[in-house]
């Protein structure tokens, strides 16, 4: 076992990593004054890591877990927790799944042992797994039930094909059907992989009994680190779905940056400004100037090699093409004449989200335990905000066409049938 002092990460106090034998992580993030804690492991494994016939794997093994798992029932899982004030979650992405807990600061050792025995000592029976892939294909539904969820399974679809990026995270009732317990044991034994995985616990505990929690119940054989995942191409193409609803939902997509680029800060800071709040250019405009749409915004998404820039709205049908030219020339003014008014609302916006995350022991396990996953750090707020502070005019001017100079543009529209494309209307000013 190793120790490394991580210096001060969000807060004012020391965090401290301790390795265990197996290569399993454990943070330390003290915070003085409160009397409860957060604890989030978060495993490097998810949808991304699946074979085609595999798709939706990862999301059934977290499920699958919490149906018994060391000496624990379903219900005895939760109820311990629970019984005692906590709460326990667990969530499934492409690149990372975690576990969460939290409660009072004399629960974290149980919640270590509870976690542990999720991630490695899961019971997997037959017929709890069979009932658990119909409550999926529920939970399947329930999401192409739901417009505005459904739309950015499409949109995966539209930047990615064919590659596991490209396919859900719930995967389909045809995936599911053939996942077995012995087969599904296996899968999980590979998933949830000790030296792939960073437990951080935020709040008011003591580093030794964390340590000590963690040892005895997270201390299992370790196993080699898996290898990276392919890197996907970005083949951007346009879906549209007609469905019988009112509204059309309306995405778009180009080709961001990865979570190592130097570019990140300045993307997320032009985004900000693109359609980040009732202030943005596409907020002002789509919705203040034309009502072309109620609610519309712009994101980041990054993964280890590659990311989107994208934007979501939601309009009438017969308003989509003029929307979507729309979009594409604010995105061509945004990264022709940037405003500095506009750079340091964004910068402000940006620079308060971080000091709320760091004051919810939640957000701070999760980005700690996030940072050192992905970049075998951990990141303190001056650092990023001098990275905030660092950009410049230049700086958006450069991604922005950076984003654009592809002229490619991946677009997923769910509703009513369109009298007019919008993808030519796309291609016509991408050109």
């Known amino acids: 076992m190793s120790s490394t002092l991580l210096g001060a990460p969000l807060g004012v106090d020391k965090a401290a990593c301790v390795t265990l034998d197996n290569g399993l992580r454990v943070i330390h993030d003290p915070m003085p004054g409160l009397k409860t ?185 370790g196993r080699p680190r898996r290898a990276e995942a392919s890197p996907p191409p970005f083949v951007p193409t346009a879906i549209r779905h007609a469905r019988k609803i009112e509204q059309s939902h309306l995405t778009l997509a180009f080709e961001g940056v990865s979570r190592y680029d130097d570019d990140l800060y300045a993307l997320k800071l032009f985004g900000e400004i693109l359609g980040g709040g009732m202030a943005s250019r596409l907020f002002q405009q789509a919705r203040e100037d034309r009502g072309l749409a109620y609610s519309i915004d712009a994101w980041t998404t990054q993964f280890r090699d590659t990311g989107i820039f994208g934007i979501y709205a939601g309009c009438a049908p017969k308003d989509a093409a003029d929307l979507c030219e729309l979009i594409v020339t604010v995105m061509r003014d945004l990264a022709t004449a940037p405003l500095e008014a506009e750079l340091e609302r964004a910068r402000a916006q940006y620079r308060t989200s971080l000091y709320l995350h760091d004051e919810n022991a939640g957000q701070r396990a999760g980005t700690l335990g996030g940072q050192l996953l992905t970049y075998d750090r951990v990141f303190g707020i001056d650092e990023q905000v001098a990275e905030l502070e660092a950009v410049t005019l230049d700086d958006l001017k450069r991604v922005g066409e950076r984003v654009l100079s592809a002229r490619t543009c991946a677009s997923a529209i769910l509703g009513p049938s369109l009298k007019t494309d919008p993808q030519k209307r796309l291609e016509a000013i991408l050109a």
């Not at 069979?130 to 995966?156: G, M, N």
């Not at 949830?192 to 709040?203: A, D, K, M, R, T």
Request: proline share 5%; charged share 25%.
């Open 37 to 221: 804690f957060a604890l989030t492991a978060v495993v490097h494994g998810g949808a991304r890591f699946e074979a085609p016939e595999q798709s939706g794997w990862a999301h059934l093994a977290e499920h699958m877990v919490f149906k018994g798992a060391g000496k624990r029932s379903a219900r005895e899982l939760a109820e311990v927790i629970e019984h005692r004030g906590g709460t326990i979650n667990a969530s499934t992405g492409y690149e990372h799944t975690r576990f969460e807990v939290r409660g009072m600061a004399d629960l974290m050792p149980l919640a270590v042992e509870v976690v542990g025995d999720l991630m490695f000592r899961p019971v997997l029976e037959a017929g709890e797994l069979e009932r658990e892939k119909k409550v999926i294909e529920q939970e399947i539904s329930e999401a192409f039930d739901t417009p505005d969820d459904h739309v950015f399974d499409l949109l995966q679809s539209a930047c990615y094909g064919d590659h596991p990026l490209g396919r859900p995270i719930l995967g389909t009732p045809q995936s599911l059907a053939p996942a077995r317990t012995d087969a599904l044991r296996d899968y999980i034994a590979q998933l949830y992989n000790p030296s792939e995985i960073v437990l951080c616990v935020s709040g008011g505990v003591e580093a030794e009994a964390l340590i000590a929690a963690a040892q005895t119940h997270m201390g299992v054989a």
